[in-house]
């Protein structure tokens, strides 16, 4: 694992390269990688988990500390139904809010996570949140979602591991980790316990439902299941469905995760400290990480830089084989295994189409205008899948408005390039207030 002193040697070799010889506010301000990895460093744990010191899962439990966590219970005891066809008889989602909500309950925004997301979309890493919001330079005062003036709320999915019920959580029926008995969610699944946390806040539409990859599916199922409850929609390097290609990335992942002795079928949390899958997710993430960049990122940033001389061996002597490894363990400190292979599954499933005549009858049902972003870079969710959105969208009636972020930095440039998202969100909320 790469130590926090090595990250800051990594991050101030890309200052230098550009003849700046400190972490100067105003070169962060220049650009968008500069800042990413910046984040990333004044993140870090001070003390990462050594692995034979490390739990079975990275969830978080009860008993952790909070951070910004609230809770909101979907169902207690009753049931709630899941399109596999199984229930779930308790259901908790916990999400985090800014802002404040009006007495007309009319300035309401939903910010939708992606695969590894969570409630903590904006603010500082602290104790129940090891790492910093993940659209942090959006969401606050006078920034692009207003906190000023709206109200936000980020929710950590069905499935998840972040506080929302998972596979770590306990099964009422058993009192112990659901494990390899969580079934398998959908992105359908997920709005509807969304749903019930907007009528428990009193949200009856909002304003806007935003998000990226996973999150913009959730935004787009919004604007479809919930259509009356939908002002607009940002929809960042999102699709209509899946497709093969993208199924296709997952099985790998997930099968990596499978491979692994300590999944043990996905029954690992009682495994010990040092014990769990932590290789196989740390593999799934490093498959993962390969799509989300590019070639030209990764060329640029590590060459064929390797340890010098050349140590011929088989263990990892490039530049970006650490980078890789140190992505995989920063993942398994902070997610689950299982959860991983739900939510990366619930993403395989996304079809708008499904059992509802198609992909453009889907269409017809939206009534929210939309931004629909798209990297240009993107090779795993290709700006032709967005062109599709927004052209269907269009045909459809409901008006979308269509953004090109120009970046190479591939599928991570709805995260990564804020400042190109940041205009066009504040405009685009302006006028659909």
């Given at each position: 694992m790469w130590q926090t002193a090595q990250v800051r040697n990594q991050v101030s070799e890309v200052f230098r390269?550009?003849?700046?010889?400190?972490?100067?506010?105003?070169?962060?301000?220049?650009?968008?990688q500069i800042r990413y990895e910046f984040k990333l460093v004044t993140s870090l744990p001070a003390q990462p988990n050594r692995p034979d010191k490390r739990p079975p899962t990275g969830a978080w439990q009860p008993g952790h500390a909070l951070g910004g966590?609230?809770?909101?219970?979907?169902?207690?005891?009753?049931?709630?139904?899941?399109?596999?066809?199984?229930?779930?008889?308790?259901?908790?989602?916990?999400?985090?809010?800014?802002?404040?909500?009006n007495d007309s309950a009319s300035n309401a925004v939903l910010i939708c996570h992606a695969l590894t997301g969570d409630s903590h979309a904006a603010g500082r890493a602290v104790d129940g949140h090891p790492v910093a919001g993940w659209w942090e330079p959006?969401?606050?005062p006078g920034l692009a979602v207003n906190t000023d003036e709206l109200f936000v709320v980020c929710i950590n999915v069905l499935g998840g591991c972040q506080g929302s019920t998972g596979p770590a959580s306990l099964d009422p029926a058993t009192g112990r980790?659901?494990?390899?008995?969580?079934?398998v969610v959908t992105i359908h699944d997920m709005v509807r316990t969304q749903a019930s946390l907007a009528d428990a806040l009193g949200v009856h539409k909002w304003r806007c439902v935003l998000g990226g990859s996973m999150g913009g599916m959730q935004a787009l199922e919004w604007s479809i299941m919930y259509r009356e409850r939908v002002g607009s929609m940002v929809?960042?390097?999102?699709?209509?469905?899946?497709?093969?290609?993208?199924?296709?990335?997952?099985?790998?992942?997930?099968?990596?995760?499978?491979?692994?002795?300590?999944?043990?079928?996905?029954?690992?949390?009682?495994?010990?400290?040092?014990?769990?899958?932590?290789r196989g997710l740390a593999i799934?993430?490093?498959?993962?990480?390969?799509?989300?960049?590019?070639?030209?990122?990764?060329?640029?940033?590590?060459?064929?830089?390797?340890?010098?001389?050349?140590?011929?061996?088989?263990?990892?002597?490039?530049?970006?084989?650490?980078?890789?490894?140190y992505q995989g363990e920063k993942l398994v400190d902070r997610f689950d295994a299982n959860s991983y292979i739900r939510l990366n599954r619930s993403m395989d499933f996304h079809d708008i189409g499904r059992d509802?005549?198609?992909?453009?009858?889907?269409?017809?049902?939206?009534?929210?205008p939309a931004l629909v972003a798209s990297v240009t870079s993107d090779t795993l969710y290709p700006p032709v899948q967005q062109r599709l959105l927004h052209q269907g969208l269009l045909e459809a009636g409901s008006g979308s408005k269509w953004l090109e972020i120009d970046s190479p930095h591939g599928h991570d440039g709805f995260l990564i390039e804020t400042a190109q998202l940041s205009s066009p969100i504040a405009q685009f909320l302006e006028e659909h207030a």
């Open positions: 390269s550009r003849g700046t010889s400190q972490l100067s506010t105003s070169a962060l301000c220049q650009s968008p966590r609230k809770f909101h219970s979907v169902v207690d005891g009753r049931s709630f139904q899941l399109d596999c066809g199984q229930p779930l008889h308790k259901v908790d989602l916990a999400y985090e809010t800014w802002g404040r909500l959006l969401i606050g980790p659901y494990g390899s008995s969580f079934p929809l960042a390097s999102a699709t209509a469905q899946a497709s093969a290609q993208q199924i296709a990335w997952s099985h790998i992942g997930r099968s990596a995760i499978e491979a692994d002795p300590g999944f043990q079928g996905g029954d690992y949390y009682e495994a010990g400290e040092g014990n769990g899958p932590h799934a993430r490093m498959a993962a990480q390969v799509t989300y960049r590019t070639d030209q990122v990764f060329s640029e940033r590590f060459s064929r830089r390797s340890a010098d001389p050349v140590d011929f061996t088989t263990t990892h002597s490039f530049d970006v084989e650490n980078y890789l490894e509802r005549g198609g992909v453009a009858a889907a269409f017809s049902r939206v009534l929210a």
